[in-house]
């Protein structure tokens, strides 16, 4: 059974670039999730959807990032213009809402140069 | 202000003895507690969980133990493996079911 599908696995772009990250969550799964990973903040809540609304987006960082889910199958995060301090690991994971556990893909690690 | 806190960013432990890792929460709202254990350039992957309605859950060589009224979770890993070695996530869900919130994490090294 597939997993939580993320893409591309690695990015590297130049500051003032667009970036766009993509997640198949979990077929099911009602509930999608997108994380950031830093040294200094762990795995830090940037949005979550359930049932493809966004229902708390203020972890986004600023008006910078956006967050879209237009079926329940995928979804994209946008970063426009990309700046050197968003360079981290994001995860995005899906669930069940309300039951059980939070399932990860295996992330996209972005660069911004 | 960190819902969740993992005080200790890192902790190494023999090979054959006890690993304990520390979780700290601050609502006593949560209702469902997790760990995760992540590998590099991996995603986190789902560990061991514990209802607020129990006070000890195990699995194998994994055990959680929750304190509601100290609102502290901890995971017991006897015996430690060299393959534990990873980064360890306290988790927490919220009492709507929708949110999930975690630790900053615990650097696990197991040494032959």
């Known amino acids: ?113 | 202000d960190q819902q969740v806190k993992q005080n200790s960013p890192s902790l190494s432990v023999q090979e054959g003895r006890i690993s304990i890792l520390n979780c700290d929460y601050t609502n006593s709202m949560f209702d469902y507690f997790l760990w995760y254990k992540k590998y590099p350039a991996e995603g986190p992957t789902f560990l061991i969980s514990i209802s607020s309605i129990k006070d000890k859950n195990e699995d194998g060589r994994f055990t959680v133990f929750l304190n509601k009224s100290a609102k502290h979770l901890s995971l017991h890993i006897v015996p430690s493996q060299p393959g534990d070695s990873a980064v360890y996530f306290c988790a927490v869900r919220d009492n709507y079911g929708q949110n999930f919130v975690f630790g900053p994490g615990t650097r696990l090294s197991v040494l032959p």
């Open chain 1, 1 to 113: 059974d597939a997993g939580v599908i993320q893409s591309p696995r690695h990015e590297v772009t130049e500051m003032g670039q667009e970036v766009t990250l993509r997640c198949k969550p979990i077929s099911g799964h009602n509930s999608l999730f997108w994380y950031r990973q830093t040294m200094m903040r762990g795995l830090e809540l940037l949005i979550y959807f359930n049932n493809n609304v966004p229902i708390d987006d203020s972890g986004m960082p600023e008006d910078r990032f956006s967050a879209k889910m237009p079926n329940a199958s995928f979804s994209t995060l946008k970063i426009q213009p990309s700046e050197p301090r968003d360079s981290a690991v994001y995860f995005c994971a899906s669930s069940f809402s309300g039951v059980g556990e939070l399932f990860f893909g295996e992330g996209s690690r972005l660069t911004v140069l």
